[in-house]
């Protein structure tokens, strides 16, 4: 098993979607939503592409006033948060001026039921023009719709979908080193649909090629194994 | 012959301190992590990555919290971080104790280990 970061169809969306985040054109706003059900790697996959492009990861609590977040933002930036509210708004958007860096807030429909809070963060967008992404659960698109000013602002919109057959392939591809037959694949799709399931059937097919030194594993071998 | 003094990290050095940013990033927000998966996340390489952890478990930053089956049923150790000090990361450097006035003090010669 080849230990890489496969590239599903959900993270070459993702990584397409912050391309154009970081080089969009002037007047295009800045700010873009994450979602989907829990267990499909959205926090991964935003903390990957963070630990390559020097992203800044916020991860919200449910009690966080606006105080609190923009005190958790401006000691993640790396200053230490002064008292008063106004100096910290003034802290953190000195940091991201002097150095723009892409900020990430995982789990942002804690935040949707207090307007202050959320408007705290578009105000931040507004003043700074650094990439703003939130992620958020199944129904957070519609809990942020009522925000319209937000909304609008959002010029990405990504939802994670569970894998597909074709999802599948790419991550047999890319971290299997045995090669597995087309009716395998299906065989997998129809047994996992999670990627940790998914991983888990790989490893079994590898085994059994091992075992049996096959050059391509199929359904049948699969099959096999579970009797 | 002359010796040009030379302050400025070597390019060992920013490699290093860049990958130690990105570990440490992905530590922080993981909470719970293999070091397998944390070698994935940020795609550096498997000794990198537990080498930088083990010089965090000797200095009491992360903790070991029980074992994970992964899918080829093999455990793996799960670390924990129990020191969540900030967004740099720690550096790891070779330093001289004085236990008479019981500091820490930087050598001459403090070298950054390998975490390459």
């Known amino acids: 098993m080849k230990k890489v970061?496969?590239?599903?169809?959900?993270?070459t969306?993702?990584?397409?979607?912050?391309?154009?985040?970081?080089?969009?054109?002037?007047?295009?706003?800045?700010?873009?939503?994450?979602?989907?059900?829990?267990?499909?790697?959205?926090?991964?996959?935003?903390?990957?592409?963070?630990?390559?492009?020097?992203?800044?990861?916020?991860?919200t609590k449910k009690l966080m006033t606006g105080r609190w977040l923009l005190e958790e933002?401006?000691?993640?930036?790396?200053?230490?948060?002064l008292r008063r509210t106004s100096?910290?708004?003034?802290?953190?958007?000195?940091?991201?001026?002097?150095?723009?860096r892409t900020l990430f807030v995982d789990e942002a429909d804690y935040l949707?039921?207090?307007?202050?809070?959320?408007?705290?963060?578009?105000d931040l967008h507004d003043t700074t023009g650094t990439p703003l992404v939130l992620?958020?659960?199944?129904?957070?698109?519609?809990?942020?719709?009522?925000?319209?000013h937000l909304y609008d602002r959002f010029s990405e919109v990504v939802k994670f979908n569970t894998l597909v057959l074709s999802d599948i392939k790419a991550i047999a591809d890319q971290m299997c080193e045995v090669k597995l037959s087309e009716d395998a694949v299906q065989y997998i799709h129809s047994?996992?649909?999670?990627?940790?399931r998914v991983v888990v059937q790989l490893y079994k097919s590898e085994s059994i090629a091992r075992a049996n030194s096959l050059k391509e594993v199929t359904a049948a071998h699969l099959q096999g194994v579970k009797k | 012959m002359t010796i040009i003094l030379n302050n400025r990290p070597n390019n060992k050095e920013k490699v290093q301190s860049r990958n130690r940013e990105k570990i440490w990033k992905v530590i922080r927000a993981l909470m719970d992590f293999s070091v397998e998966e944390v070698s994935t996340l940020t795609e550096l390489a498997y000794q990198v990555v537990s080498s930088y952890v083990f010089h965090l478990y000797n200095a009491g930053y992360v903790r070991q919290a029980g074992k994970r089956k992964e899918g080829d049923g093999r455990k793996r150790v799960l670390w924990r971080i129990a020191k969540n000090t900030g967004p740099k990361a720690p550096v790891i450097c070779r330093c001289l104790y004085d236990p008479n006035i019981d500091s820490t003090l930087l050598t001459s010669a403090s070298e950054v280990k390998d975490v390459d």
């Open chain 1, 135 to 148: 992620i958020g659960m199944d129904a957070a698109d519609k809990k942020l719709m009522r925000y319209k």
């Open chain 1, 5 to 11: 970061f496969a590239k599903t169809s959900n993270v």
């Open chain 1, 112 to 122: 949707a039921h207090d307007a202050r809070v959320i408007e705290t963060l578009r």
């Open chain 1, 87 to 100: 100096d910290l708004f003034r802290q953190a958007v000195d940091q991201l001026l002097d150095r723009p």
């Open chain 1, 13 to 59: 969306n993702f990584v397409s979607a912050m391309n154009r985040l970081v080089n969009r054109q002037d007047g295009i706003p800045g700010m873009a939503l994450i979602f989907g059900e829990p267990g499909l790697g959205k926090t991964r996959t935003t903390l990957w592409w963070a630990a390559q492009n020097d992203g800044v990861f916020i991860r």
């Open chain 1, 191 to 196: 047994q996992a649909n999670r990627f940790r």
């Open chain 1, 73 to 81: 933002i401006v000691a993640e930036l790396g200053e230490a948060p």
